[in-house]
């Protein structure tokens, strides 16, 4: 086979990772880990981009505007009507839309994937589902490849056929995709959202399709080495590994990473595999993969907003995906692709053009999007699931990256006003409360409290910080925010005052495993230990708040009447089935004999009973795992006897 043809098994294997992409997004029981069809894409990217540098350019402004001439017309047109269209359709169903606005404004400049690392978005939360732009994440990470790798080339020769500009290519390439594979097993384990979604820990996989080619077309002596293995068995290797547990993500993906490389080079013409990965069906659906990548995802996402994924709707959401990705290639697709133009320059400023037109159209969908939606537009507590008029909630909120200076020496913005305007005496015993995200939820229980037992409140709250290594000796602003706020909470109390801490520590339970950290758990009744005993000599009372019973699915879904079919909205199975160890955990912290003599307000059984006999459980949800303000008020009772003299 002459390499420097086209080579049509790799639409067979194009066909074969989509396909592994389809079934784990339909049902990931069923293929835990196809998501990693993404990785075979990547692979088969670089060995594409690489095989197109096929003529001799000595200018470098015609190479580059050539490059990316031909990317602008591969891409963006399919991208652009497939973001209007789910943008619409997001519009119509989605009561709180501004997310995936945000992401396919994003997913336009190929800067999805920064937006999902930035906001700490986890692919493979359930959350994402149903958001119609994720998959582009992929797109962000080939399209940031795209702005380096025709660099490299320039500088390697490779593209001029100067001496030697192959092995340059191939060892400046392997220079950059060390590195980049060294910190995808780095971050994995401790920032999974930055290694899935990075291009630094990302480049690796599509580089070594880039040297795979190099190899096959100029190294042959090092292709020998390999082609060895029966491509066959590589074929049957990579259909194992879809079929592994997802808990083995690094293993697996640089598994099967290498494993297409090698199924790249063994491929030879009129074997087995070859014959297989030719065959029609299979050359259809690697032609039409980047549409059905696309749609797949919006036509499930949206799914799951509406109707759910039943055994009765997946013949027809199979038929939808395969009717609009193959309309998409023939009548968007194809005759971009083929349409020649004089001068690739004027290509990339219409391309230009047609992006910042459609980026500012999305834009404005946000200012219009009460309008579109036909679900309950009732919902008060959709914007926002905490008080905001009585408690200054912008000043009191502290984030796990920056110090908010301004505010770090006092809390005394953050007294929680009441309606009869209660003036702070020596006569109103005060409470002090702490905690991340759940100490935010319970404002509005807060206020009632105020108001009914003539407390005087404090209360400031975290976003994205655990609260369970207080005094540690490190640098760390987490700790830092707690640890001023005690220091604040020591000149500002009286002996008999309360001081509640409120997190949620969920983060100790591990979903993928099932399993308990026990390790962080003690680390943090050691800091229980620490503030208690400090708190002792104040002669202030402690006390902690358990968690609550998290939902299946989102409240903010299943509350639409639209969404009666959903399968995931179904009462019978509301609250998720590891809350039952949750709740354990919770216990095992809060009644554990070391913190004898710390309070435990135990919200969760009440919370778990009125719920569950509730007519309209999904209106005491804000999102699957925080209250809305009237889910808070359900715990007023539990905090009035708890706090009972």
């Not at 049902?27 to 981009?49: M, Q, R």
């Not at 230009?352 to 008060?380: A, M, Q």
């Not at 706020?485 to 969920?506: C, R, V």
Request: overall charge positive; charged content about 20%.
């Amino acid at each position: 086979m002459k390499k420097s043809n086209y080579r049509f098994d790799i639409d067979g294997i194009r066909a074969f990772a989509i396909l592994f992409v389809i079934i784990n997004h339909f049902n990931k029981d069923l293929l835990p880990c196809g998501y990693l069809g993404v990785d075979i894409f990547f692979v088969i990217s670089g060995y594409v981009i690489t095989s197109s540098f096929k003529k001799i350019e000595t200018n470098f402004l015609k190479f580059i505007t050539h490059f990316y001439s031909k990317r602008i017309k591969r891409l963006i047109p399919a991208l652009l009507v497939y973001l209007v269209f789910a943008i619409l359709c997001t519009l119509l169903i989605n009561p709180l839309p501004n997310f995936s606005i945000n992401t396919s404004i994003a997913s336009l400049f190929g800067l999805s994937n920064i937006f999902l690392s930035l906001t700490s978005t986890d692919y493979f939360a359930e959350s994402t589902f149903t958001n119609p732009f994720t998959q582009t994440w992929s797109l962000g990470v080939e399209q940031q490849f795209y702005f380096i790798f025709p660099i490299i080339v320039w500088i390697s020769g490779f593209n001029r056929y100067t001496n030697k500009g192959n092995k340059y290519l191939i060892f400046l390439t392997i220079l950059l995709a060390t590195p980049s594979l060294l910190s995808f097993i780095y971050f994995y384990p401790i920032n999974e959202s930055f290694a899935y979604f990075s291009i630094l820990t990302r480049f690796w996989e599509i580089a070594l399709g880039c040297i795979t080619f190099l190899l096959i077309t100029k190294q042959k002596k090092v292709t020998q080495n390999i082609e060895f293995i029966p491509s066959f068995f590589i074929g049957i290797f990579i259909i194992f590994l879809t079929l592994l547990p997802s808990a083995y993500g690094v293993l697996n993906t640089i598994l099967i990473t290498f494993s297409t490389c090698f199924l790249l080079i063994n491929i030879k013409e009129n074997s087995l595999i070859y014959n297989f990965l030719t065959l029609r069906f299979f050359k259809k659906i690697g032609l039409i993969s980047y549409s059905l990548y696309l749609w797949h995802w919006g036509i499930l996402a949206l799914s799951r907003l509406t109707i759910g994924i039943h055994w009765w709707t997946i013949p027809f959401q199979i038929g939808l995906i395969y009717l609009i990705s193959d309309l998409s290639f023939h009548y968007i697709e194809l005759p971009f692709r083929k349409r020649t133009e004089n001068n690739d320059f004027f290509v990339i400023i219409k391309g230009f053009i047609l992006i910042i037109s459609t980026g500012l159209l999305l834009l404005t969908t946000k200012i219009f999007n009460e309008r579109f939606f036909i679900g309950n537009k009732n919902r008060d507590f959709l914007e926002i699931y905490s008080e905001n008029f009585l408690w200054n909630r912008d000043n009191c909120k502290y984030g796990n990256k920056n110090l908010n200076s301004s505010y770090l020496v006092s809390f005394d913005h953050c007294w929680i006003k009441n309606k009869n305007q209660l003036l702070k005496t020596e006569e109103n015993k005060r409470i002090f409360t702490f905690g991340n995200s759940y100490n935010e939820m319970l404002v509005p229980a807060y206020l009632k409290l105020a108001e009914s037992e003539n407390y005087f409140i404090n209360s400031v709250f975290t976003r994205g910080c655990k609260n369970n290594t207080l005094f540690k000796d490190r640098k760390d602003i987490c700790n830092a925010h707690i640890k001023r706020y005690l220091k604040w909470l020591e000149k500002h109390s009286n002996p008999g005052d309360i001081f509640i801490l409120n997190n949620s520590i969920n983060d100790f339970y591990y979903e993928n495993d099932n399993s308990i950290s026990y390790k962080d758990l003690k680390e943090y009744i050691k800091s229980l230990e620490n503030i208690k005993n400090r708190l002792d000599h104040l002669g202030i009372n402690m006390y902690v708040i358990s968690g609550i019973p998290l939902l299946k699915s989102d409240p903010n879904i299943c509350s639409q009447w639209y969404s009666k079919l959903n399968n995931d909205c179904k009462l019978e199975k509301i609250f998720r089935e590891e809350n039952a160890e949750i709740k354990t955990l919770y216990e095992s912290i809060y009644k554990n004999k070391k913190t004898m003599g710390i309070g435990f307000i135990d919200i969760f059984t009440s919370l778990n009973y009125q719920i569950k006999v509730s007519d309209a459980p999904w209106d005491y949800y804000y999102d699957p795992s925080h209250l809305s303000i009237n889910g808070s008020f359900l715990t007023l009772p539990k905090l009035k006897n708890s706090l009972a003299p």
